[in-house]
Each structure stands twice: as C-alpha cells, then as structure tokens.
C-alpha cells in the first residue's frame, strides 16, 4: 500500500531523519484543511468484478480515507421554467480505501442502509458526511474544534468531548477522529493515523522534554516515529532513570528519537536496494512498513489471512521474511520483498521458521536459514540453508546447528575473532546459551524477560491440556568495532506474567562479548520505562526500542533512543 508523506528533515549529523512538515508558507491548519479536502470521484468496475475508485495517490488519496456513496436519487425540476436542474444525490453507502495506487484506489464498500447496490458509474466524494469526533485532552482545545467545525463543515461533527486519558480512544473504520493533545494535533481516518498536526493550539507546556507525553502523541505513521527532538538531559520517555552501577556500563549520553502511541514488534533502518539509500522498516501488528528515508511514499503490506503475524527478518536485496502460524496447520511464512515502489509476495505458505544472517561477517544479512515445523514444540529438528530462487524458495544445504538450538532470537557471528561463527539461543529455561564449535562456552546467569510478543500452540499431550506459550524472542544486533565484534541482546527482567505470555517487569540491555579467553555479559547501568522490544544498529549509533502500556489489551506507547557506539566502545576497554 503506498502512501503519501511529508518531506523529512535531518535530524542530526549522522542522518538521522525524522518525518516533519518543511513546507515554509503552509501552517499546521493549512496542511490540516488538505489532507482532509473533499474531492470527488466515480466508481469503476476492477478486476474480479472488484469495485475501485477513480482516484488514486496522485491525487493525494490515503489508505483509510474514507468516502460516501451516492445514488443518482430524483430529478429536481424548476417549476417556473420546467428547467432540469440536474438530480438530488442519495448517499447510499460508504468506502474505505485500503489500498491506493497511482490513478485508482481498491476500496471496502458498505450499505449505509442495507440492502442496497453499489455499482460502476456511482459518484463518491471523499469526506463527505462522514462522522467526526473530537477529543480533548489538555482541556483547552474547545477553540481549535470550533475553528475545525467551520474549516471541515464538509464532515458530520459531534460533541466536543472532554477526555483525561486518550489510551482508551479506539480509531474507527467509519468515523474521523481527533485527538488534540500538547497542542498537537492527530486525526485518524477510518482506523488509519491520517496526520499529526504539530503546534496547532496553545497550551500551558514548557519545554518538549518537560511533559511526560512530550513523545508520545500518535504517529502520522501508524507504525513510524513522531515529535522526535534532541536533548543533553540524561532522563527521556522510555528512561525511567540512568543508573551509576559500577559493575555494569554506565553510559549516559542518550538520544530521544522519537515515539508512538502504538506498539511495534520491530523496528530498524536498512537499505533495501542498489541505491544504498536507508528505509526504516516496521511491523507493527498484521502489516509490514517501508519509509525510504528521503522519499514522499511509504510502501506497507498487511497479511489478510488466518493466523498469527509473528516477527519480521531483513535480507538483502529488498527481501523480508514475515513469520506466520496458522493454528492447527503450523508455519505458513512469506517471502516478501520491496521493489517497484511497493511490497510484493514472493513466495508464500513456507512450512519454516525465517531468519536472514549476515555469515560472512560482511555486515550485510545475505543468507536466509529457516527452521521447520514440529507440533508440539513449534521449533523443529530440522534446519536448512534456504534459497529464494524465482518466485519460490529452495533448500541448498542443511545448517550445522548445536542441540538445542533454535532460530527464534538467535545469534551467528564471530564474536571472539577466530575465524568460527559463535551461536547463540535461548533454552528452555529463558537463558541465553552462548556455543562455539558445537559447545557451550557461555550461559547467562539468569532467566531473561522475554518481549511484549508470544502465542500459544494447542498441547499434544491429553492429561495437560493447556496450550504451550512460545515467546518471540527479538534477535541480539551485531556490533562492529574494527575487528572486533559484541553483541546486544535485550537483557528484560523476568516476571511471574512471563509464564502466562505477559511482558517482562522492566527493560535492560546486555552487551555479550569475547574477553580474557572467555566471555563477558555486562548490562548498560540504565532502567528503561518498560520491556526491551528491539535493538539495532545504524551508522554510528545503536538504537534501543521500548514499549510500556497495557500488552493485554494492546495499548501502548513505543519509544526509540540512540547511544553513540563509540561511547559503547570505550566503556568496554
């Protein structure tokens, strides 16, 4: 699905970008009044016999834009001249445009009174009628909803609505809605974050940093970054304090990037083709997300089948592996990859576990390795080197793997210089096993918390009957200082809600590294606001994704902070 997005700025000399309005004569209320224009279209007939709309991303169509449905309805006449002055409209139903391409749109059409008929030739217009509710946060917003209501007079408005805690607002399919928060902005179409409207409204705020939610009004990405900002104060949201441990690494000059009011399972930056231009690629529920750092579109695939979405692994040359299960059937992952200005279903249904791996130490995640199915433990004995060759994907050898181990969070580098890849996975007991040559050289002293992520598969056996939580473990980044490599592994503390698939107590993240003719594991000296979701590297920098919130329920905030590498570096001297 491709998506229109505003300009990005450099947010800092190691090219970090951030997404932010850069037109220099449009205000937050000018682009505010775009993004939700009316604009009328027709119905076409697709393929299949789908129904399409005749306007597309060209024209600044969105996923989640929704639209109303007219009928031709009666004539209207002039009785004085008997003049036909053309037909009343009669909306009849709704669209909801789930994917737009260049010049049309596919759409989900609804009755607004079923039954009715929608067909080609109808008229549709973009906004018109459809419901819109405002919510405010702050208590001062009152002005900026009036000046809505005149603005956007095209939409069917409610109350304004007084609220203390947006986590309870469910976006949805039908309506527009409006949460003004901070003095920002955020307006969802159809259940999609349609724009974030910075600085739209005055309010009793400081500075950014001051307030507890300086990071966390949603994204216009539903699973990007929003409001990031930088600062020399050592606390940020996902900081709940930064420690003076001496036996651990204390490091203290964090960047806030930047955060959502929504929960992301992964999140990194690659470069996803020839260019060598980086993306940040996401998933975030059932979808996966590409933003070409630089570039107007962002690219999103959402899987629509049954199952589970379970996690998300990089290759090169563009190729993505999502990793499903399908409840009764077992793995059905994909190979997707991003070309064309798109994502793009390369192979589907694989009966694998999918990780990429970088094996020759280049930096560049080459070879994909996938574990096959058992059904009673998920994780099977078998182990492959996978090819992806013409639309399909082929075995080319088996991979020499210990007892033990499985791909689920896995690690395969040379960590200690000599040549062989070490291998590393979690066991059983949630530790982290650390094997070189096939033997465990390494075993961390304690259980690890996990992630915010898990699923259950149904038991095997009759007299226990309860259906086995399987954590999805985030994959450990691979640092390079010269010849020199460590590891990073979320290093979350365990709770009693782990056994029941809950999310770790608190976040921590471990640096695993060759030291003394033996290995070391030493936690950074920090307490993050919640779980360790994700690590990773890019450039310089090693970037820390956390996410606190209600994981039951789904609601939550993501926020993102980057450490220099070289302040990493001299802290393991």
Same mark, same amino acid.
């Given at each position: 699905?491709?998506?229109?997005?505003?300009?990005?700025?450099?947010?800092?000399?190691?090219?970090?970008?951030?997404?932010?309005?850069?037109? !220099?004569?449009?205000?937050?209320?000018?682009?505010?009044?775009?993004?939700?224009?009316?604009?009328?279209?027709?119905?076409?007939?697709?393929?299949?016999?789908?129904?399409?709309?005749?306007?597309?991303?060209?024209?600044?169509?969105?996923?989640?834009?929704?639209?109303?449905?007219?009928?031709?309805?009666?004539?209207?006449?002039?009785?004085?001249?008997?003049?036909?002055?053309?037909?009343?409209?009669?909306?009849?139903?709704?669209?909801?445009?789930?994917?737009?391409?260049?010049?049309?749109?596919? !759409?989900?059409?609804?009755?607004?009174?079923?039954?009715?008929?929608?067909?080609?030739?109808?008229?549709?217009?973009?906004?018109?009628?459809?419901?819109?509710?405002?919510?405010?946060?702050?208590?001062?917003?009152?002005?900026?909803?009036?000046?809505?209501?005149?603005?956007?007079?095209?939409?069917?408005?409610?109350?304004?609505?007084? @609220?203390?805690?947006?986590?309870?607002?469910?976006?949805?399919?039908?309506?527009?809605?409006?949460?003004?928060?901070? *003095?920002?902005?955020?307006?969802?179409?159809?259940?999609? @974050?349609?724009?974030?409207?910075?600085?739209?409204?005055?309010?009793?705020?400081?500075?950014?940093?001051?307030?507890?939610?300086?990071?966390?009004?949603?994204? !216009?990405?539903?699973?990007?970054?929003?409001?990031?900002?930088?600062?020399? &104060?050592?606390?940020?949201?996902?900081?709940?304090?930064?420690?003076?441990?001496?036996?651990?690494?204390?490091?203290?000059?964090?960047?806030?990037? *930047?955060?959502?009011?929504?929960?992301?399972?992964?999140?990194?930056?690659?470069?996803?083709?020839?260019? *060598?231009?980086?993306?940040? @690629?996401?998933?975030? +529920?059932?979808?996966?997300?590409?933003?070409?750092?630089?570039?107007?579109?962002?690219? &999103?695939?959402?899987?629509?089948?049954?199952?589970?979405?379970?996690?998300?692994?990089?290759?090169?040359?563009?190729?993505?592996?999502?990793?499903?299960?399908?409840?009764?059937?077992?793995?059905?992952?994909?190979?997707?990859?991003?070309?064309?200005?798109?994502?793009?279903?390369? !192979?589907?249904?694989?009966?694998?576990?999918?990780?990429?791996?970088?094996?020759?130490?280049?930096?560049?995640?080459?070879?994909?390795?996938?574990?096959?199915?058992?059904?009673?433990?998920?994780?099977?004995?078998?182990?492959?080197?996978?090819?992806?060759?013409?639309?399909?994907?082929?075995?080319?050898?088996?991979?020499?793997?210990?007892?033990?181990?499985?791909?689920?969070?896995?690690?395969?580098?040379?960590?200690? +210089?000599?040549?062989?890849?070490?291998?590393?996975?979690?066991?059983?007991?949630?530790?982290?096993?650390?094997?070189?040559?096939?033997?465990?050289?390494?075993?961390?002293?304690?259980?690890?918390?996990?992630?915010?992520?898990?699923?259950?598969?149904?038991?095997?056996?009759?007299?226990?009957?309860?259906?086995?939580?399987?954590?999805?473990?985030?994959?450990?980044? @691979?640092?390079?200082?010269?010849?020199?490599?460590?590891?990073?592994?979320?290093?979350?503390?365990?709770?009693?809600?782990?056994?029941?698939?809950?999310?770790?107590?608190? +976040?921590?993240? *471990?640096?695993?590294?060759?030291?003394?003719?033996?290995?070391?594991?030493?936690?950074?000296?920090?307490?993050?606001?919640?779980?360790? &979701?994700?690590?990773?590297?890019?450039?310089?920098?090693?970037?820390?994704?956390?996410?606190?919130?209600?994981?039951?329920?789904?609601?939550?905030?993501?926020?993102?902070?980057?450490?220099?590498?070289?302040?990493?570096?001299?802290?393991?001297?």
């Amino acid at each position: 699905m491709v998506y229109s997005l505003r300009p990005v700025l450099l947010l800092s000399p190691l090219f970090f970008f951030i997404f932010m309005t850069v037109h !220099a004569a449009e205000t937050p209320k000018d682009r505010l009044v775009r993004d939700l224009s009316p604009l009328e279209a027709s119905v076409i007939p697709g393929p299949g016999g789908k129904n399409l709309i005749n306007k597309g991303f060209d024209e600044g169509v969105h996923v989640g834009d929704l639209w109303t449905v007219f009928g031709k309805g009666e004539r209207v006449v002039d009785p004085s001249t008997g003049r036909h002055l053309g037909d009343m409209p009669v909306p009849v139903g709704r669209a909801r445009v789930t994917r737009p391409e260049r010049l049309f749109s596919e !759409a989900v059409f609804t009755c607004i009174r079923p039954p009715c008929t929608i067909k080609p030739g109808m008229t549709v217009r973009r906004f018109d009628g459809i419901p819109a509710a405002f919510y405010d946060v702050d208590g001062v917003g009152r002005p900026l909803y009036e000046w809505c209501r005149g603005a956007l007079s095209h939409l069917a408005w409610e109350e304004y609505q007084r @609220i203390t805690d947006p986590s309870g607002i469910t976006p949805k399919g039908d309506a527009v809605i409006f949460v003004a928060k901070g *003095g920002d902005l955020t307006v969802w179409s159809g259940g999609e @974050i349609r724009g974030m409207y910075e600085a739209v409204y005055g309010t009793s705020k400081t500075s950014p940093l001051a307030r507890s939610d300086a990071f966390v009004t949603p994204s !216009a990405l539903p699973a990007g970054l929003a409001g990031a900002r930088t600062s020399s &104060q050592p606390i940020f949201p996902g900081l709940a304090g930064v420690g003076g441990i001496a036996a651990r690494i204390d490091v203290r000059s964090y960047r806030a990037v *930047g955060s959502l009011d929504t929960l992301v399972h992964s999140l990194e930056i690659d470069s996803l083709d020839s260019s *060598g231009k980086p993306s940040f @690629i996401y998933l975030s +529920g059932r979808s996966v997300f590409v933003q070409p750092i630089g570039e107007r579109e962002r690219y &999103q695939y959402t899987y629509e089948g049954f199952g589970e979405v379970l996690s998300l692994s990089v290759g090169e040359d563009g190729l993505l592996a999502l990793n499903i299960y399908i409840k009764g059937e077992g793995a059905r992952s994909r190979i997707l990859k991003y070309a064309d200005h798109g994502i793009h279903v390369v !192979a589907k249904d694989l009966s694998y576990y999918l990780t990429f791996f970088d094996l020759d130490g280049d930096g560049t995640r080459e070879s994909l390795i996938g574990e096959n199915y058992d059904s009673d433990s998920f994780f099977g004995p078998g182990i492959y080197r996978l090819e992806v060759r013409n639309g399909s994907v082929k075995r080319v050898g088996d991979f020499s793997a210990p007892t033990g181990f499985i791909l689920n969070g896995a690690l395969v580098a040379d960590l200690d +210089g000599d040549g062989t890849l070490e291998m590393g996975y979690y066991n059983v007991g949630k530790k982290f096993v650390l094997t070189s040559r096939g033997r465990e050289v390494w075993t961390s002293p304690e259980a690890l918390g996990g992630s915010i992520k898990s699923f259950h598969i149904p038991s095997n056996e009759p007299q226990t009957p309860t259906p086995k939580n399987i954590i999805l473990w985030s994959q450990p980044a @691979i640092v390079s200082f010269g010849e020199r490599k460590v590891a990073v592994i979320p290093s979350n503390e365990s709770s009693l809600w782990n056994v029941v698939g809950g999310a770790p107590k608190k +976040g921590g993240v *471990g640096i695993l590294y060759a030291s003394g003719g033996g290995y070391r594991f030493s936690e950074l000296a920090t307490e993050f606001a919640g779980p360790v &979701q994700d690590v990773f590297v890019y450039k310089d920098e090693l970037y820390i994704v956390v996410v606190e919130g209600n994981f039951f329920t789904g609601n939550g905030r993501t926020h993102v902070l980057a450490l220099p590498l070289k302040e990493l570096a001299a802290s393991l001297r």
